[in-house]
């Protein structure tokens, strides 16, 4: 599990390379263009989510529409965080990124990538009691209370970024510096450190691999009894319209959570599928919520409309 390294501490890494996904050199300049776009996009649907629930009064004052907000201001930051490195990893661009450069990255990551997990929790949590305590959600669910939950998730992120940051880099890295990932992540950087990396690893597995197992099972457990509410619908398209919004929403949880567990759980393994692995939830996730939470989101098409008209008359 842990590990020893005999290089001599004589020298001090200053910078680390980034060696990227692994891809067949003719491909470069096609993925270098497919990541742009997936930014891009990214930026502006989140960008548009964020806007949307800013400015409609009806879904600003909402709980489950200042979730939605603050899931696509993470999603924004998150993929800033990563792709445009992956995209300089297919350029002819320098890989060498500095060694404050990465100890930023591996903490922004991790912060913002702990407070999506919490924030997910919280996200279907609001909607069980949405749907199956509806009388009562007013008084268990109200705007206060989420800013209140909202604020503990980022708090709660904080710690566990700056707690993973300074454990990985309060270790030695005398050489080599190739970080054989696509950006600066805990497992790829603990395998260059010159020390015993086994406190690491045990702070790691639990703190990661099974705080987002114990979110993702209360995700299951919330949507469990959500379904059970939503088959004593007495009418068919009232069940169908409610399994097609939570099917929707258990994809793009399972999208983020399973690669997380995947990578985390098995920190000492080294498998050529953990990058493409990883894909999935630092940029498809995020591409995919503007799609998931909009498209199939009647009062957020119809805030946008009302956006539009307004543009309008104007």
């Not at 054989?180 to 992540?185: E, P, Q, S």
């Not at 169908?240 to 759980?265: D, E, N």
Request: glycine content about 6%; proline content about 5%; hydrophobic content about 50%.
């Amino acid at each position: 599990m842990g590990k020893t390294k005999n290089t001599s501490l004589d020298t001090v890494v200053t910078d680390f390379i980034l060696l990227g996904l692994s891809h067949p050199p003719n491909l470069r300049s096609l993925l270098f263009l497919v990541f742009s776009i997936i930014y891009i996009l990214t930026q502006v649907g989140n960008l548009l989510i964020l806007l949307t629930v800013w400015a409609d009064a009806k879904l600003h004052a909402r709980p489950m529409y200042i979730l939605l907000g603050v899931l696509s201001f993470l999603d924004m930051w998150l993929s800033s965080v990563i792709v445009p490195r992956i995209i300089l990893n297919f350029a002819p661009a320098s890989k060498a990124i500095p060694f404050g450069g990465c100890v930023v990255q591996l903490y922004f990551f991790h912060f913002l990538g702990s407070t999506q997990c919490f924030l997910y929790t919280l996200m279907a949590y609001d909607r069980y009691l949405a749907i199956c305590q509806p009388l009562r959600y007013p008084v268990l669910m109200n705007g206060r209370l989420c800013t209140v939950l909202v604020a503990g998730a980022w708090v709660a992120g904080s710690i566990h970024g700056s707690i993973q940051a300074t454990l990985t880099f309060r270790l030695p890295y005398c050489g080599p510096n190739q970080v054989d990932y696509f950006f600066c992540d805990i497992p790829a950087v603990l395998r260059l450190a010159c020390a015993d990396t086994t406190v690491n690893e045990l702070v790691t597995f639990v703190d990661i691999g099974v705080m987002a197992t114990s979110c993702f099972m209360l995700i299951l457990l919330s949507y469990a009894n959500i379904v059970h509410a939503i088959l004593k619908i007495r009418t068919t398209d009232g069940r169908r319209r409610a399994f097609s919004t939570c099917g929707s929403h258990l994809t793009v949880v399972t999208v983020y959570y399973v690669p997380c567990i995947f990578i985390y759980l098995r920190l000492g393994s080294k498998s050529p599928l953990d990058g493409a692995v990883a894909v999935f939830y630092t940029v498809v996730t995020p591409f995919l919520n503007p799609l998931i939470y909009t498209l199939r989101n009647q009062e957020v098409k119809s805030a946008l409309k009302r956006m539009r008209a307004g543009r309008g008359a104007e």
